[in-house]
């Protein structure tokens, strides 16, 4: 019985192996192949636009101060028709998140009035020293889209002076 053990379990090793090697693959050629993520995945922050190029996000600070993680520091500086980057009065001219601090909650997002910052699908993060891990605005913001134009912007006067655009009433 102990001469036939061993041939008796290296068959059922061989046997395990010609099994799998019909079944589907489940490893990911990673990073050549990127799984799509879940639909309520929270990844790293993306910056948006409007579609005629403007920053969404006006400057406010609100982002920052609901951060659990103070992970956000914003800078306002003011637009004018000549030199304009947001609608209304502010833009953010400094925007940086601390990467090693965020833990991902998604307050930014939700304390947001311009539903400017949004966590998107992201997920590549690594850097080598801990500076790298503050990303810039220039880092977070999104491209301009197609038929938009660069920020800043000259633009009618009177155009922009709303820093919020109008919301649907929920009620209706
Ligand atoms: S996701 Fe949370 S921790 Fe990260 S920057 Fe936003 S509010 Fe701060
Ligand atoms: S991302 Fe939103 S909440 Fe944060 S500063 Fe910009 S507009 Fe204000």
Not at 2 to 22: I, K, N, Q, S, Y
Not at 40 to 63: D, Q, T, W
Request: hydrophobic residues 35%.
């Amino acid at each position: 019985m102990r001469v036939v053990e061993p041939f008796v379990e290296m068959a059922r090793g061989l046997w395990t192996t010609l099994r799998m090697m019909f079944d589907r693959p489940v490893t990911v050629q990673y990073p050549e192949q990127k799984k799509p993520v879940m639909p309520r995945f929270r990844g790293r922050h993306v910056l948006k636009r409007y579609e005629n190029g403007l920053e969404k996000c006006i400057g406010c600070a609100l982002c920052a101060a609901a951060c659990p993680a103070d992970a956000i520091f914003v800078e306002s500086s003011e637009n004018t028709d000549e030199v304009r980057y947001s609608p209304g009065d502010r833009y953010a001219s400094t925007y940086e998140i601390n990467m090693l601090r965020c833990i991902f909650c998604g307050f930014c997002e939700d304390a947001c009035p311009t539903e400017a910052i949004v966590l998107g699908d992201q997920y590549e993060l690594s850097f080598t020293d801990r500076h790298q891990a503050v990303y810039p605005k220039e880092m977070l913001i999104e491209p301009v889209p197609e038929n938009g134009q660069p920020t800043p912007q000259i633009t009618k006067a009177g155009e922009f002076t709303r820093s919020v655009p109008a919301m649907k009433d929920p009620q209706d």
